[in-house]
């Protein structure tokens, strides 16, 4: 079994231990190192090159997490980064992700909902809180946009990093039916891939 390493990045130790401890009850996760602020992050991360980060966002004096996020990005690409937060405005949801974060959980989120962004993002799946996937869908269904309700209602999902065989039989369609949803829905946007979908939605849902 292959086991994923993580890296805690958050100015609070006992957020830190409590997240540790939780993610230390699944046997395919492993916390190999923590961080208490952005610097401490880069250079973790340098050190320890770990599958998955995850980065609050407000961290005292010094980086905070949009910019650790930034710098990350760019000295390691491919780097999967999960936004772990209290904040939940549209303004540092647009901000992560324009960043190169590729998911928001709030931390109030249930100890399933972590470990699944945690296996998701090692696979490039994007995953959001669920109030945050619940306002992008509120402003997604509106008759203005381009998106027809259903392709709407198939984006929201798309955030709980949902495969396409899930997506069918979460809307009682095909599989064939939502390949060609997501084709569609990538055109609209302008984009190629499931994240950029996500992050061009809650783009433009910030710049509302």
């Known amino acids: 079994m292959t086991t994923i390493s993580v890296l805690l990045v958050d100015d609070h130790t006992v957020v830190r231990s409590g997240l540790k401890a939780l993610l230390g009850t699944q046997p395919d996760i492993a916390v190999v190192a923590e961080a208490a602020s952005g610097e401490e992050a880069l250079i973790a991360a340098a050190e ?5 980060v995850l980065m609050d966002l407000a961290m005292g004096p010094g980086m905070d997490g949009i910019e650790a996020i930034k710098q990350l990005r760019e000295r390691r690409p491919r780097q999967a980064i999960i936004v772990f937060t209290t904040y939940d405005s549209d303004a540092d949801i647009v901000r992560s992700v324009d960043a190169g974060a590729m998911g928001y959980l709030l931390k109030d989120a249930a100890p399933d909902e972590i470990f699944s962004a945690v296996r998701g993002a090692v696979l490039g799946k994007s995953v959001m809180s669920a109030p945050v ?8 269904r509106n008759p203005d946009e381009v998106l027809t309700p259903r392709e709407a209602e198939l984006l929201s999902l798309l955030t709980q990093g949902l495969s396409n065989r899930d997506l069918g039989k979460r809307l009682f369609i095909s599989e064939a039916t939502v390949k060609t949803h997501l084709a569609h829905i990538y055109a609209k946007l302008g984009v190629d891939t499931r994240a950029a979908a996500i992050a061009t939605a809650i783009r433009r849902e910030g710049m509302r």
């Open 48 to 52: 320890y090159s770990p599958d998955v």
């Open 133 to 140: 996937a619940s306002r992008l869908f509120q402003q997604l």
